[in-house]
């Protein structure tokens, strides 16, 4: 399972739950979130460990 957090500074500003990478970028791409979804695109298969990772600028990804 994976959440995406939007964080404008400290504060969260929207989020995205998704199964997986590719389900996680499709929504991205849905939103017009551009950056987030070609930044999704760069994660190696078969996607991240479990834990916390900076995505890109002002994206952070919980992996469970």
Not at 25 to 54: C, S
Request: proline content about 6%; hydrophobic content about 45%; aromatic content about 8%.
């Amino acid at each position: 399972m994976i959440c995406i957090l939007k964080m404008t500074g400290q504060e969260i500003s929207g989020w995205l739950i998704a199964h997986d990478i590719d389900e996680a970028r499709h929504a991205a791409q849905f939103r017009g979130a551009n950056d987030l979804a070609a930044a999704l695109y760069r994660v190696p298969f078969p996607g991240p460990a479990q834990g916390k990772h900076d995505v890109c600028p002002g994206f952070i990804m919980l992996v469970d």
